[in-house]
């Protein structure tokens, strides 16, 4: 099966770092194809950044629907674009905050999510209440780290979120630790193993879902509100969306 891991980010050696994450889980006969879209925000850390990233993000499943692509993996904790990409997609799509939320929930009574910048911290809340995963969400903590730091050589990012980590178990009640941003991917198997707790990277976990749904022969219904898109006109730098059937 060929499985797309979308970054809807820009920032190439972030998608790099995704990519090489899921193809660590990923079963031996699976392709990842790890993107990043061609146009859009370097990192996404406001409603506007995740606002423009959603066009970027709906030409690259665009595109593996003409690739001929089984599944989709959006690499991104706020989950942009996720119901028009279904609109558009034939097979299975997740959102990495969907993906951890959901396993957190089966693996322990309470989870916290630790993210980047405060400013991000309403949106996990928005979406593990719209998942049904409020119940199980002990709190949201934010780093207060700019998502780019993660990319920097010698930043003390590792660190800040293993601290932060660790407030939440001693603090939240926490059984176990969601990662808020695709960018920690690689910090999973660390962090876990100081800690001593189960942490979920939404990378690993969405792979692994869109893995299981293939398999099981799952696709996205086509049956009212994820049917496909009415064609209709698009004009000025939209146009190139403009769907024809």
Partial sequence: MRIKIINPNTTWSMTEKIGACARAVAHAGTEIVAVSPAMGPVSIESHYDEALAVPGLLQEIAAGERDGIDGYVIACFGDPGLKAARELARGPVVGIAEAAMHLASMIGSRFSVVTTLGRTMGQAWHLAEIYGME???????????????????????????????????????????????????DLCAHIEQVLGVPVIDGVAAGTKLIESLVALKLRTSKRGELARPLPKPMIGALEAFTLTR
């Fill in 135 to 185: 119940r199980f969400c002990a709190n949201v903590r934010a780093c207060e780290l700019p998502v780019l730091e993660l990319e920097e050589p010698g930043s003390n990012a590792r660190e800040r979120i293993v601290d932060e980590c660790r407030r939440a178990l001693e603090e939240d009640g926490a059984d176990c630790i969601v990662l808020g941003c695709a960018g920690m991917t």
